[in-house]
DNA sequence: CCAGAAATCTTGACTCGTTCAAGAAAAGGC
DNA sequence: GCCTTTTCTTGAACGAGTCAAGATTTCTGG
């Protein structure tokens, strides 16, 4: 994934090629599951000029359009990711919040034969596993980065 | 579930018994999957002076201590439900944010297998199902409550 | 290469869910 | 009933995200 299937991506969604996009996908590239706030910092070392809104414009039109994923955990604000259409799943510790991608074992769409689902229509089924990191298991201070606590 | 049983299952969390715990507890018990907002305005019917930072609170030490649960799918506000311990699951309405719940049919620890989860030690595996309600298959102009568009 | 229309970006104010902090009130053990 | 601790009220504050208006940029077509 260099610039020019950046370019490419962006021309094939009918989206215009600025810089501004160039550098979050960039970034989120450099970056996987950094929230807003981090793609903004990783943007601003190459484009200092570029505003906080134009990241969240830019990161709302490529979610949009299906070039980058956008995950939230429960307590946490918005992450994103380039790896996409793939339909893998996440861990998230909860003492410090860090994510990490993950296959399912049970199959390309798993679970995704719901029992009665109520008259929904399901186009995907998305899976969160909780837990703790390997670093948060083993120290005895783990870093508080979470903004709220995990559920449990 | 009467308030006999809630001030059980308080006691055994030991928790005081307070009205605003049992007045919270009433309204997640009459509107599952209802937000912070909405359990308020449930409280205050019968308990007019209660206030926003107490049901916070409640809401709060109800979830550490599992009497509730706390659900946020992405892109919407903390909701709250009793229904607990059986980690069931959620259907989400991408166009209105409705909830509804799904027992799983794999299983009862679905998809709790990952493959390689990058020496995470995992304990849940929550599934999000995304898709389109009843309501909104049919309606021609589906009710925005939700804060925030879905992921895709 | 240049002009025009449409999309995109900058600036700055603002909303809303949630949290923080300090003091008042209530719960429960003795 | 009294005392200690927990819980609640009050009121301010925070931060991610959104809204809106005007300036810039992109890209199409001449």
Redesign the interface.
């Known amino acids: 994934m260099d610039d020019h299937d950046f370019e490419h991506l962006l021309r094939g969604a009918e989206l215009r090629v600025t810089r501004p996009r160039l550098a979050v996908l960039r970034a989120v590239r450099r970056h996987p599951h950094a929230d807003t706030g981090s793609v903004l910092a990783a943007v601003r070392v190459e484009q200092p000029a570029v505003s906080h809104q134009a990241v969240y414009d830019v990161l709302g039109v490529l ?2 359009s ?1 070039l980058v ?4 955990p ?2 946490s604000v ?1 992450r994103y990711e380039l790896r996409v259409g793939d339909n893998h ?1 996440h ?1 998230v ?1 909860r003492s410090c919040g860090e994510v ?7 199959g390309v769409r ?25 670093a948060c ?1 083993t120290d005895r201070t783990p870093s508080q980065s979470r903004t709220t ?1 995990g ?2």
Do not use: K, N
């Open positions: 979610s949009e299906g994923r956008r995950i939230q429960a307590g918005a799943h861990v510790c990490a991608d993950v296959d399912c074992a049970v798993p679970c995704l034969d719901a029992s009665d689902t109520h008259g929904f229509v399901i186009d995907e089924a998305e899976v969160t596993y909780w837990g703790t990191c390997p298991s606590e559920t449990r």
